[in-house]
Protein backbone atom coordinates (compact mmCIF):
# COMPACT_ATOMS: atom_id res chain seq x y z
CA UNK A 1 0.00 0.00 0.00
CA UNK A 2 1.33 3.25 -0.55
CA UNK A 3 1.64 6.70 1.88
CA UNK A 4 -0.60 9.13 1.28
CA UNK A 5 0.13 12.95 0.88
CA UNK A 6 -2.22 14.78 2.47
CA UNK A 7 -1.98 18.05 1.13
CA UNK A 8 -6.20 19.33 1.27
CA UNK A 9 -7.89 18.26 4.20
CA UNK A 10 -7.20 20.77 6.09
CA UNK A 11 -8.59 23.03 3.51
CA UNK A 12 -11.30 20.72 2.76
CA UNK A 13 -14.42 23.38 3.20
CA UNK A 14 -12.67 25.45 1.15
CA UNK A 15 -11.72 23.18 -1.60
CA UNK A 16 -15.07 21.78 -2.26
CA UNK A 17 -16.67 25.48 -2.40
CA UNK A 18 -14.04 26.74 -4.89
CA UNK A 19 -13.08 23.75 -7.03
CA UNK A 20 -14.53 24.48 -10.64
CA UNK A 21 -16.84 22.36 -12.40
CA UNK A 22 -16.19 19.48 -14.84
CA UNK A 23 -18.79 20.11 -17.93
CA UNK A 24 -21.79 17.92 -18.52
CA UNK A 25 -19.92 17.01 -22.25
CA UNK A 26 -17.22 15.14 -20.70
CA UNK A 27 -19.52 12.39 -18.53
CA UNK A 28 -21.82 12.51 -21.71
CA UNK A 29 -18.57 11.49 -23.41
CA UNK A 30 -17.76 8.80 -20.64
CA UNK A 31 -20.99 7.24 -20.91
CA UNK A 32 -21.11 6.97 -24.64
CA UNK A 33 -17.82 4.76 -24.77
CA UNK A 34 -19.18 2.50 -21.80
CA UNK A 35 -20.59 -0.62 -22.80
CA UNK A 36 -22.50 -1.13 -19.97
CA UNK A 37 -23.56 1.56 -16.88
CA UNK A 38 -24.11 -0.50 -13.73
CA UNK A 39 -21.13 0.85 -11.63
CA UNK A 40 -18.75 3.57 -12.03
CA UNK A 41 -15.67 4.41 -9.47
CA UNK A 42 -14.29 7.79 -9.00
CA UNK A 43 -10.75 7.32 -7.60
CA UNK A 44 -9.37 10.03 -5.54
CA UNK A 45 -12.88 11.48 -5.27
CA UNK A 46 -12.01 14.86 -2.76
CA UNK A 47 -15.05 16.54 -2.44
CA UNK A 48 -17.09 14.88 -5.08
CA UNK A 49 -16.60 17.25 -8.41
CA UNK A 50 -16.68 14.23 -10.35
CA UNK A 51 -18.28 11.74 -8.59
CA UNK A 52 -21.93 13.42 -8.80
CA UNK A 53 -22.07 14.15 -12.28
CA UNK A 54 -21.81 10.29 -12.87
CA UNK A 55 -25.19 9.61 -11.12
CA UNK A 56 -26.86 10.55 -14.20
CA UNK A 57 -25.23 7.98 -16.13
CA UNK A 58 -24.55 5.05 -13.65
CA UNK A 59 -26.79 3.23 -11.60
CA UNK A 60 -24.36 3.14 -8.77
CA UNK A 61 -21.29 5.05 -7.83
CA UNK A 62 -18.19 4.85 -5.65
CA UNK A 63 -16.47 7.49 -4.65
CA UNK A 64 -12.93 6.47 -2.89
CA UNK A 65 -10.51 9.22 -1.10
CA UNK A 66 -7.90 8.62 1.24
CA UNK A 67 -9.30 12.09 3.21
CA UNK A 68 -12.06 11.33 5.19
CA UNK A 69 -12.03 15.21 5.53
CA UNK A 70 -12.85 15.99 1.95
CA UNK A 71 -15.36 13.39 2.09
CA UNK A 72 -17.47 14.59 4.60
CA UNK A 73 -17.69 18.03 2.14
CA UNK A 74 -18.80 15.41 -0.62
CA UNK A 75 -22.20 16.10 -1.54
CA UNK A 76 -24.80 12.77 -0.83
CA UNK A 77 -26.83 10.96 -3.14
CA UNK A 78 -28.59 8.24 -3.10
CA UNK A 79 -26.89 6.54 -5.69
CA UNK A 80 -23.20 7.52 -4.62
CA UNK A 81 -21.07 5.27 -1.39
CA UNK A 82 -18.10 7.07 -0.47
CA UNK A 83 -15.15 5.38 1.66
CA UNK A 84 -12.21 6.16 3.04
CA UNK A 85 -9.51 3.94 1.09
CA UNK A 86 -6.24 4.50 -0.38
CA UNK A 87 -6.28 4.08 -4.77
CA UNK A 88 -5.13 0.67 -4.22
CA UNK A 89 -7.31 -0.57 -2.16
CA UNK A 90 -10.98 0.38 -3.71
CA UNK A 91 -12.57 -2.64 -1.79
CA UNK A 92 -14.66 -3.36 -4.91
CA UNK A 93 -15.54 -6.56 -6.15
CA UNK A 94 -13.14 -8.20 -9.09
CA UNK A 95 -14.14 -7.24 -12.64
CA UNK A 96 -17.43 -4.99 -11.19
CA UNK A 97 -16.92 -1.68 -12.63
CA UNK A 98 -17.60 -0.31 -16.06
CA UNK A 99 -15.57 2.95 -15.23
CA UNK A 100 -13.02 4.37 -13.34
CA UNK A 101 -11.93 7.66 -13.25
CA UNK A 102 -9.54 10.05 -11.85
CA UNK A 103 -10.07 13.54 -12.03
CA UNK A 104 -7.07 15.47 -11.46
CA UNK A 105 -5.58 13.60 -8.99
CA UNK A 106 -3.46 10.84 -11.04
CA UNK A 107 -0.45 12.72 -9.86
CA UNK A 108 -0.73 12.68 -6.28
CA UNK A 109 -1.49 8.49 -6.64
CA UNK A 110 1.01 5.47 -6.57
CA UNK A 111 0.45 4.99 -10.29
CA UNK A 112 1.63 1.10 -10.53
CA UNK A 113 -0.45 0.40 -7.65
CA UNK A 114 -3.28 2.21 -8.47
CA UNK A 115 -3.19 0.59 -12.05
CA UNK A 116 -3.08 -3.11 -10.79
CA UNK A 117 -6.27 -2.24 -8.60
CA UNK A 118 -8.00 -0.41 -11.89
CA UNK A 119 -6.68 -3.73 -13.59
CA UNK A 120 -8.30 -6.14 -11.34
CA UNK A 121 -11.85 -4.04 -10.55
CA UNK A 122 -12.38 -2.95 -14.75
CA UNK A 123 -15.16 -5.36 -15.90
CA UNK A 124 -14.35 -6.69 -19.64
CA UNK A 125 -14.51 -3.40 -21.78
CA UNK A 126 -14.73 -1.14 -19.01
CA UNK A 127 -13.01 1.94 -19.59
CA UNK A 128 -9.92 4.24 -17.35
CA UNK A 129 -10.56 7.96 -17.83
CA UNK A 130 -8.15 10.17 -15.95
CA UNK A 131 -7.90 13.56 -16.47
CA UNK A 132 -6.65 16.83 -15.66
CA UNK A 133 -6.47 20.82 -16.35
CA UNK A 134 -3.97 23.74 -16.25
CA UNK A 135 -3.84 26.98 -15.13
CA UNK A 136 -7.10 29.23 -15.29
CA UNK A 137 -7.72 32.17 -17.89
CA UNK A 138 -9.60 35.07 -17.50
CA UNK A 139 -11.60 37.19 -20.13
CA UNK A 140 -9.61 40.64 -19.20
CA UNK A 141 -5.64 39.90 -20.64
CA UNK A 142 -4.54 42.43 -18.24
CA UNK A 143 -5.61 39.79 -15.27
CA UNK A 144 -4.92 37.28 -17.05
CA UNK A 145 -1.18 37.84 -16.97
CA UNK A 146 -1.24 38.96 -13.23
CA UNK A 147 -3.10 34.79 -12.15
CA UNK A 148 -0.03 34.04 -14.77
CA UNK A 149 2.54 35.83 -12.64
CA UNK A 150 1.36 34.89 -9.08
CA UNK A 151 0.55 30.94 -10.90
CA UNK A 152 4.35 30.77 -11.61
CA UNK A 153 6.15 32.98 -9.82
CA UNK A 154 4.76 33.49 -6.51
CA UNK A 155 3.25 30.24 -5.72
CA UNK A 156 5.48 28.05 -8.32
CA UNK A 157 8.17 27.47 -6.13
CA UNK A 158 6.34 26.10 -3.70
CA UNK A 159 4.41 23.19 -5.52
CA UNK A 160 4.59 20.06 -5.22
CA UNK A 161 7.71 18.22 -8.00
CA UNK A 162 4.59 16.15 -9.09
CA UNK A 163 2.38 19.32 -10.22
CA UNK A 164 4.73 19.22 -13.42
CA UNK A 165 2.24 16.08 -14.42
CA UNK A 166 -0.45 18.63 -14.37
CA UNK A 167 1.12 21.31 -16.42
CA UNK A 168 2.28 18.36 -18.85
CA UNK A 169 -1.74 17.20 -19.12
CA UNK A 170 -0.68 14.09 -17.44
CA UNK A 171 1.86 13.15 -20.77
CA UNK A 172 4.45 12.93 -18.31
CA UNK A 173 3.10 10.24 -16.32
CA UNK A 174 3.00 6.14 -17.72
CA UNK A 175 -0.25 5.22 -18.98
CA UNK A 176 -0.20 1.45 -20.32
CA UNK A 177 -3.52 1.45 -21.83
CA UNK A 178 -5.09 1.87 -25.34
CA UNK A 179 -6.01 5.27 -25.59
CA UNK A 180 -9.16 7.05 -26.80
CA UNK A 181 -9.41 10.18 -28.93
CA UNK A 182 -12.03 12.32 -27.01
CA UNK A 183 -13.26 15.83 -28.11
CA UNK A 184 -11.54 18.48 -26.32
CA UNK A 185 -13.74 19.90 -23.50
CA UNK A 186 -13.93 23.47 -21.66
CA UNK A 187 -14.27 24.25 -18.30
CA UNK A 188 -15.87 27.46 -17.74
CA UNK A 189 -16.83 28.93 -14.24
CA UNK A 190 -18.39 32.52 -13.38
CA UNK A 191 -16.32 33.62 -10.31
CA UNK A 192 -17.16 36.51 -7.69
CA UNK A 193 -13.92 38.34 -7.00
CA UNK A 194 -14.62 36.89 -2.92
Not at 40 to 61: E, I, K, N, S
Not at 107 to 129: N, T
Given at each position: ?129 VWTYGTQLVENEAVDRLLQRFYTDVV ?8 RHVESGYRTLPFPYPELDPPQFRMEE ?5
Amino acid sequence: MSSFADHFSGLAHAYASRRPHYPEALFEYLSSVCPRHEMAWDCAAGTGQATLPLVRYFRRVLGTDASGAMLTRAPSHPKVEYRVAPADLSGLPTASTDLVTVAQALHWLDISEFYREADRVLAPGGILAVWTYGTQLVENEAVDRLLQRFYTDVVGPYWAPARRHVESGYRTLPFPYPELDPPQFRMEEKWTLA
